[in-house]
């Protein structure tokens, strides 16, 4: 068997499933395919019996004989009904696909497990397309005969027999094949033995047929070690990699940053920024490039602190950049710098994608002469027609929009790469910023500027629409703005635009002009014109800003006081978070309302809670963490480093644990992985990285 033949030639799959296989569980391979590993075990001496069936029942199993199978066409294909009984009573199964095959397949008068889950017709239990195990009587069971794997699947498998047992038939057939030579092992022997490890092919075969439970927790324990492992190397490789680039020395604090400083910053720095700006002007006196993570709650001022890194370059006679995620981000962004250095004399030049012809041309010019010392951008500045004289300091506001790739891309724009700080207001918990964020340093603003007062939440019904009405009015006649806010999933834009329009309508019908001015930003709208409706709202000229998520990060409106979620329910956790960080900002007592209606499920309305009980970003982000899984962190997926499949950050703490000291204990004694015992992991972490380049191709 080889790990890299094609999933097509596996006996039972052939071109189309392989197709499926591909598109819907990047399953390509054998090795994809035994590398698809069960979420859970069911055991199946496990059995309810039949009078003990109720309506909320989950999955679960009946034994019991099978007959009465009749079968009745269908407008297309047909259905095949059958009675499975036991000895307290019978359930009903029903098949609407694959028909043919299982009357061929199924023998009333023997004895079925079958697993499911129940529903209720006439009071009767009904199973739909359960799955059905023959029960041989004279067979000894053994532990792997008694507990079956449950593998993820999707429903566009489950009717061409790819659901967890088709899955599980195909895995089976190479999980009895597999031996070392298929998984040789990398680690050396110490490590498995201060560890305790299993082998990496006893591993894979036991995770999918295991003989004991003793195996089954040792292989899932090797399994997640492995992906925290891998994890621990790479971020040890990128933090080598740093350690030996030279970095620009950034010696001067010179007029730029002092007369700044002393003349015409408008407040007083807390005592946050202060230290995170300590910490940078070290980092930029080592000689090594800066690799720095800002992690500041939304509106604790990152921006000045960004602001003032940069002059640090110009002092040093360095250019500097800074890129945001968004158009209307860098245009404000550009728009608040450019009003603050106003009378430093210092240039600055925003570039965006919809910058074209003449004007890109003179300002890509004046970037590459250094003339612009100061360019402020999109990710139209990663392109590589944008030249920099020389570019000392890049800040990236909004980390979890670009990838890792992106900002490898910033650093090759010289000889030497530029330092790098990275700002995020999505605070990441400590325990994923260890695993995800490990090549950088991390510097947390943890106050918010003096007198901010805590934003209100409450959650209403959409009953309550008319006293929220009723209060925007009133909040409107203190002279305050407000934000309606819309979700935007991708799946389903057209039915979100169409929410918002009807949104847009009613609340037009509600605040109609000369009274109110509403303004309407959403990612259907041509950059420009986003941009116009956002100043308008920004200057005052309008007082309500129905919006999609557009806003989510970064617009500063100090004004703004009420920030109205609409279906808030469909928003995850952090990103509630952010959007309720856009009011807030000035001095007068701000609000959030989550609208939703009445039904909910379990974690919306945990969401909900945690959002009008804190207004803390931590505490927000390890409850979201918990409710979500790692896996879907905003930003981890696509950065393409948080390559879990089986582990847990949260759950599975030990493991990271030990799989940091273990290559911890590899790399204090062998850095560069020369010495023999180490010549396994060194080839095996290389045709990994290998592996992941063609991914990345087969995604793109
Ligand atoms: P964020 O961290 O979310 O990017 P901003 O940098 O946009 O926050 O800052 C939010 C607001 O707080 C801005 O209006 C900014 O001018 C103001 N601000 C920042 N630092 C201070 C400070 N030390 N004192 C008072 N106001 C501040
Ligand atoms: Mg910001």
New binding site residues.
């Given amino acids: 068997m080889k790990l890299e033949t094609p999933i097509e030639y596996l006996k039972g799959v052939g071109p189309d499933k392989a197709k499926l296989l591909n598109k819907h569980l990047e399953i390509f391979t054998f090795g994809d395919l035994l590398e698809h590993y069960p979420f859970r075990y069911v055991d199946k001496t496990q059995v309810t019996q039949v009078v003990n069936i109720f309506p909320d029942s989950t999955n679960i199993q009946v034994r019991g004989v099978l007959s009465e199978i009749t079968t009745a066409p269908m407008k297309r294909g047909q259905r095949m009904n059958a009675i499975l009984t036991d000895e307290t009573g019978s359930v009903e199964l029903v098949w609407f696909q694959g028909v043919a095959y299982l009357k061929k397949y199924l023998q009333e008068g023997r004895e079925y497990l079958i697993y499911g889950k129940p529903d209720f017709y006439k009071n009767r239990p009904t199973f739909k397309h359960p799955e059905m195990d023959l029960v041989d009587p004279n067979k000894q069971l053994t532990f792997a005969d008694r507990i079956s794997p449950v593998y993820p699947s999707s429903e566009k498998l489950k009717p061409r027999y790819l659901d967890s047992k088709g899955l599980s038939k195909l895995v089976n057939t190479l999980a009895s094949k597999v031996s070392e030579q298929n998984f040789p092992e990398f680690l050396p022997k110490e490590i498995l033995e201060d560890y305790a490890l299993v082998r990496r092919f006893q591993a894979i075969k036991n995770v999918h047929q295991p003989e004991s439970e003793s195996w089954l927790e040792h292989a899932r324990n090797r399994i997640k070690f492995n992906e925290f492992f891998y994890i621990q190397m790479n971020m040890h490789r990128l933090k080598l990699n740093q350690q030996e680039a030279d970095g620009f020395l950034l010696e001067k604090l010179g007029d730029y940053f002092n007369s700044f400083y002393n003349d015409y910053l408008p407040?007083?720095?807390?005592n946050a920024?202060k230290r995170v700006l300590k910490e940078i002007r070290r980092d930029t006196l080592t000689g090594r490039q800066m690799n720095r993570l800002l992690q500041?709650d939304?509106?604790?001022?990152?921006?000045?602190v960004a602001l003032m890194t940069m002059l640090i370059a110009l002092d040093n006679g360095f250019q500097a950049c800074l890129m945001a995620p968004t158009e209307i981000l860098a245009q404000q962004h550009f728009t608040g710098l450019q009003e603050l250095l106003e009378p430093t004399g210092i240039t600055i030049e925003i570039l965006t994608g919809s910058i074209k012809g003449k004007r890109r041309k003179g300002i890509l010019e004046r970037t590459k002469s250094g003339e612009t010392q100061i360019l402020i951008g999109t990710h139209a500045l990663i392109e590589p027609t944008v030249e920099f004289l020389n570019l000392g300091m890049v800040v990236i506001d909004e980390q979890h929009r670009f990838g890792v790739a992106q900002r490898a891309k910033l650093w090759q724009k010289n000889n030497r790469p530029p330092h790098v700080l990275v700002m995020t207001?999505t605070p990441i918990p400590r325990t994923l910023a260890m695993t995800v964020y490990g090549d950088l340093d991390v510097s947390v603003i943890d106050e918010l500027?003096?007198g901010r007062k805590p934003i209100r939440t409450v959650h209403r019904f959409d009953k309550d629409r008319i006293t929220v009405f009723q209060f925007i009015r009133e909040e409107i006649g203190k002279g305050r703005q407000i934000y309606i806010v819309y979700p935007l999933i991708e799946e389903s834009e057209t039915l979100d635009y169409k929410d918002l329009m009807d949104g847009f309508e009613a609340v037009e019908r509600e605040f109609s002009p000369p009274e109110y001015r509403i303004s309407i930003v959403h990612g259907k709208m041509k950059p420009v014109d986003k941009e116009m409706e956002m100043q308008r709202f920004v200057k005052g000229e309008t007082q309500i800003m129905v919006a999609t998520t557009v806003i989510e990060v970064?617009v500063?409106v100090?004004n703004a006081s009420v920030m109205i979620i609409e279906s808030a329910e469909r928003f995850g956790l952090s990103q509630l978070h952010q959007l309720r960080?856009r009011v807030g900002?000035g001095a007068e007592q701000s609000y959030c309302i989550l609208m939703t209606g009445h039904k909910l499920s379990s974690t919306g309305r945990k969401r909900l809670k945690t959002m009008v009980q804190s207004n803390d970003g931590f505490h927000i982000a390890e409850v979201d963490l918990k409710l979500r899984g790692p896996g879907d962190i905003e930003g981890t997926r696509q950065s393409g480093i948080l390559d879990l499949k089986m582990a847990n950050v949260t759950e599975d703490q030990t493991i990271l644990q030990n799989a940091r000291s273990a290559a911890a204990q590899i790399l204090s004694k062998d850095p560069n992985l020369m010495s023999p015992e180490n010549q396994a992991l060194k080839l095996h972490l290389q045709q990994r990285r290998n592996k992941q380049e063609i991914d990345w191709s087969r995604v793109s």
Avoid: I
């Fill in positions: 407040f007083e720095l807390t920024q500041g939304v509106g604790s001022g990152k921006t000045v207001a500027p003096p970064g500063n100090p960080g900002r």
